[in-house]
């Protein structure tokens, strides 16, 4: 099984900063990497997909970027609607394995 | 539009048996691999089951030969069978959808909480 580390746990960051997740699989997972956000109380949400690309309908300032073992993810500048969990997940055997996930709070 | 909704969580002893049911619609379900995905209180996301198209059944191992997942594509609903309950098995249980190619989960329910005590 393939082992996601996750960094930082935590992260404070004031609006309009640059913030920086990342994840390193045990393995190489070539791209099979994902981006989730997670509000309180709310399902996760899909952001980023095999490592790079966008999904549908969120903002450009989310991108992802690696692959083999080593994985970026980035909010170029914070908005207020983006205090959140990040989880990055691994997929590329079952089973899919998440990161511990990131919590982006407010300096 | 897709939407996913569980249904199905309660208050159960340890011991105890729960099915869980994940209705979908917007979306041909007979096409896509379905997952549920669990998260305790203040923890992180993990992965319990998978259903694929042909119907091959996927879990975790803290979860395997306790749990059946299984689908319905008839009634577009995916199912969650949970027996021999655990305290550790208390959590939020969310449905998801595989993204059409591609192996991230596109579209998840809004979750449904199972709580296993005495």
């Known amino acids: 099984d393939t082992q996601m580390t996750q960094s930082p746990s935590s992260l404070s960051a004031s609006v309009g900063d640059r913030v920086t997740i990342t994840c390193q699989a045990s393995q190489d997972i070539s791209n099979y990497l994902n981006w989730y956000q997670q509000k309180p109380g709310k399902a996760p949400k899909l952001l980023i997909y095999d490592a790079s690309n966008l999904e549908t309908g969120v903002p450009s300032r989310f991108s992802g970027s690696g692959s083999g073992t080593d994985f970026t993810f980035t909010i170029s500048s914070l908005q207020p609607e983006d205090f959140a969990t990040y989880y990055c997940?691994?997929?590329?055997?079952?089973?899919?394995?998440f990161g511990g996930g990131t919590k982006v709070e407010l300096k | 539009e897709v939407l996913l909704v569980e249904s199905g969580g309660a208050l159960v002893q340890p011991g105890g048996s729960l099915r869980l049911s994940c209705t979908a619609s917007?979306?041909?379900?007979?096409?896509?691999?379905m997952h549920w995905v669990r998260q305790a209180t203040g923890k992180g996301l993990e992965w319990v089951s998978t259903i694929n198209t042909p119907g091959d059944s996927y879990y975790a191992g803290s979860v395997k030969g306790r749990f059946t997942i299984s689908r319905e594509n008839g009634n577009n609903s995916l199912y969650l069978q949970m027996n021999r309950l655990t305290p550790g098995d208390t959590a939020v249980y969310y449905c998801?959808?595989?993204?059409?190619?591609?192996?991230?989960?596109?579209?998840w329910g809004p979750g449904t909480l199972v709580t296993v005590s005495s």
């Open positions: 998801s959808r595989r993204k059409w190619g591609s192996r991230a989960l596109d579209q």
């Open positions: 997940q691994e997929y590329e055997n079952l089973p899919p394995f």
């Open positions: 917007g979306f041909t379900f007979s096409s896509y691999d």
